[in-house]
Nanobody, 118 residues
Framework: QVQLVESGGGLVQAGGSLRLSCTVSGTIFSRNDMGWYRQAPGKLRRELVARVASGGSTYYADSAKGRFTISRDDAKNTVYLQMNSLKPEDTAVYYC???????????WGQGTQVTVSA
């Protein structure tokens, strides 16, 4: 059974930084593409924020470019999201997941809340 455990969220002022972590168990982490998603308040859909392939290539949503950095540590089965220059519109619950063919594969974890105050 695959488990996704996110951490690192919190309350931060606009312009601040946070580093999110997601530890994955139950799958061969190094073979998987990984993504960070977020679900903003009042929104039903989770949006992809960033993705890192098993080979290390990355993708960022336009909203994240230049501010967020996704990385992975295969030895620790962990994917990270460094978020800088945070804005109030980044407020959301952030989730990670394994991505196959552009689709998140597993049941979502509990997520980690990020709140950015103006």
């Amino acid at each position: 059974q695959v488990q996704l455990v996110e951490s690192g969220g919190g309350l931060v002022q606009a312009g601040g930084s946070l580093r999110l972590s997601c530890t994955v168990s139950g799958t061969i982490f190094s073979r998987n593409d990984m993504g960070w998603y977020r679900q903003a308040p009042g929104k039903l859909r989770r949006e992809l924020v960033a993705r890192v392939a098993s080979g290390g290539s990355t993708y960022y949503a336009d909203s994240a470019k230049g501010r967020f950095t996704i990385s992975r540590d295969d030895a620790k089965n962990t994917v990270y999201l460094q978020m800088n220059s945070l804005k109030p519109e980044d407020t959301a619950v952030y989730y990670c997941n394994v991505i196959v063919a552009a689709v998140p594969v597993y049941s979502w974890g509990q997520g980690t809340q990020v709140t950015v105050s103006a």
